[in-house]
């Protein structure tokens, strides 16, 4: 079943066609240009561990691969938080929840940058990818975080502001549980202003409800209380090394999806990662 839903970030029903995928159709709102996926599975059909990242489970289909972990996306990840934060800017007692922590690769970064200074914790719903994390000691499980009762010093959530269904009632409960002066930390993608024949397929719908800028996710931020510091930009895809021929692979396999027909876009710094404090 799919139902009608209005844009998730202005209340707006004025909308008009993007693009469409997997009888899926992607739209852009008039009033405020999000894009967002209408008609879509109902919010209540959601699953927690959809909103958290785990692809492939509407409409009865098997879910996403694993993957595996990445020894490129923990240095990509140190870059990160080189850029974003300074060595000695955590007090004894600091703690960190990374959600949608995958195998482990930013919390394994923290470890790197900080050593005991940080006591780290990973939400991840997806179990080989939880156990993947803790076979190198890090403590990741799945969890329901609103209840968890902890506050922390830093919350970060990579990749999962296009899975959420209601993504400022989502913000709202996580920065809630930030201490005082608390950091979060979000990444996501800025091409809602990109004209459809630009934008980097695949879309992945609906597993991605939305396409947002940086414009209206830190305007998201300040509605749930986050005063934003600073904002980083990096390319969606690093293409070099291997990049290009894994997804040359998946171009050549008929029921598979690349990216590779949209490289050039891919290549630009579409991807942002946005540092806020809690006010």
């Not at 693009?19 to 008609?39: F, I, N």
């Not at 969890?143 to 506050?151: E, I, L, Y």
Request: one cysteine or more.
């Amino acid at each position: 079943m799919r139902q009608d839903v209005a844009c998730h970030f202005c209340g707006s029903v004025d909308h008009s066609p993007y693009l469409s995928e997997s009888s899926y159709e992607l739209v852009k709102c008039q009033r405020c240009g999000l894009l967002y996926v209408t008609p879509r599975p109902p919010e209540e059909s959601i699953t927690e561990a959809a909103k958290l990242g785990v692809h492939g489970v509407h409409d009865g289909r098997p879910t996403g691969s694993t993957g595996r972990f990445s020894t490129k996306r923990v240095d990509a990840s140190i870059d990160i938080l080189n850029s974003l934060f300074t060595s000695s800017e955590f007090e004894p007692n600091a703690n960190w929840l990374d959600i949608g922590a995958g195998h482990g690769e930013l919390l394994e970064a923290v470890r790197t940058i900080w050593g005991d200074t940080v006591a780290t914790l990973g939400l991840e719903p997806n179990m080989a990818k939880a156990q993947s994390a803790q076979g190198r000691g890090l403590d990741v499980a799945y969890f329901d975080v609103a209840n968890h009762g902890d506050r922390y010093s830093v919350i970060s959530a990579f990749n999962v502001f296009a899975h959420l269904p209601n993504p400022r009632a989502t913000l709202l409960q996580w920065a809630e549980l930030l201490r005082p002066d608390g950091v979060f930390l979000l990444q996501t993608s800025d091409t809602a202003e990109l004209p459809s024949f630009d934008h980097p397929r695949p879309l992945e719908l609906p597993d991605h409800l939305s396409y947002s800028s940086e414009k209206l996710v830190t305007s998201i931020l300040a509605d749930v209380g986050l005063d934003v510091e600073k904002v980083i930009r990096r390319p969606l895809i690093d293409w070099r090394g291997s990049r290009w021929l894994r997804e040359a692979a998946k171009a050549a396999t008929p029921w598979r999806q690349s990216s590779f027909s949209s490289r050039d876009v891919t290549a630009r710094k579409l991807r942002i990662i946005i540092k806020a404090r809690r006010i």
